[in-house]
DNA sequence: ATGGTAGCATCGCTA
């Protein structure tokens, strides 16, 4: 089963894009965030010719996650789920696919620690473990993916001494992300790749810092103990953020036996 | 210290 997460940045500015990187890579699970669109405005019956079910959890304007699937798209839950605080955002999607609990995240970026959006990025990591909890047990199969806007360790940083005081890379946020491992989900690219350097799945449009390799890996497939020894393999495809109107994510691919 | 780019409901905000 291969499982993709992608933060697509406008599924309306990509799709020519994703259609083409789907028919080439057929993932038989996509997790898409920041689709940027409203749900009666996602394009469910191009992916439907596809051959996928969909499910898409939008606002318009900005945030909107998809989970795309071919091998069943069951219990969808939009938002976190039971009696968990709702996020006013469109920010998480959830559902089985193939077995696996899939939670398709979209992480607040934080913009900067004394700003209240980091406030709230570290309360939407918390209630994501909430969901966590509410909807799975450590022994199930679980994925939790998406764009975490965390880079978890300084080896997924291109130079930590520009990230001094930053988000993505701060303490409080690194804490929560291992608070979701010590439940039982474990950085997939991460166990397959561990000694994997200047591996990034985000690059800033601005200053040519991809081809300058000023990236980050902030993009995580997170799967829980059982998955673990299915993966065959994991690789970020840079190929993706090349070329004409890019993405400025880079597809994270997981393949599991 | 700033700006650089891209996407959006665009002339300001979000990333």
């Not at 009696?83 to 959830?94: H, K, W």
Request: hydrophobic share 40%.
């Amino acid at each position: 089963m291969r499982v993709v997460t992608w933060n697509v940045n406008s599924l309306r500015a990509r799709l020519e894009r994703v259609e083409e990187w789907v028919a080439e890579v057929q993932p038989d699970v996509l997790c898409m965030q920041e689709t940027k669109l409203a749900d009666d405005a996602f394009p469910a019956l191009t992916f439907e010719a596809m051959g996928y079910e969909c499910a898409h959890y939008g606002q318009g304007q900005w945030n909107g996650v998809a989970i795309l699937s071919k091998v069943g798209l069951d219990d969808v839950v939009a938002n976190f789920a039971g009696d968990i605080e709702p996020d006013p955002d469109a920010r998480i999607l959830t559902a089985t696919c193939g077995g696996v609990r899939i939670s398709c995240c979209y992480v607040p970026n934080g913009r900067s620690l004394d700003d209240d959006h980091y406030t709230y990025k570290l309360s939407w990591l918390d209630r994501l473990l909430a969901h966590l909890e509410h909807e799975s047990d450590p022994g199930d199969d679980v994925i939790v993916t998406g764009d975490f806007n965390i880079a978890p360790t300084d080896a997924d940083v291109y130079d930590i001494r520009k990230f001094a005081n930053a988000t993505h890379v701060s303490a409080p946020e690194r804490d929560r992300l291992q608070t979701l491992c010590d439940w039982g989900l474990v950085d997939l690219f991460r166990h397959q790749h561990p000694d994997a350097d200047k591996v990034y799945s985000w690059w800033d449009y601005r200053g040519g810092d991809f081809h300058q390799g000023r990236g980050l890996r902030i993009d995580l497939v997170l799967g829980s103990a059982s998955l673990v020894d299915r993966v065959e393999w994991a690789v970020v495809d840079r190929n993706a953020r090349k070329g004409k109107q890019p993405s400025d994510h880079a597809p994270v691919i997981v393949d599991l036996a």
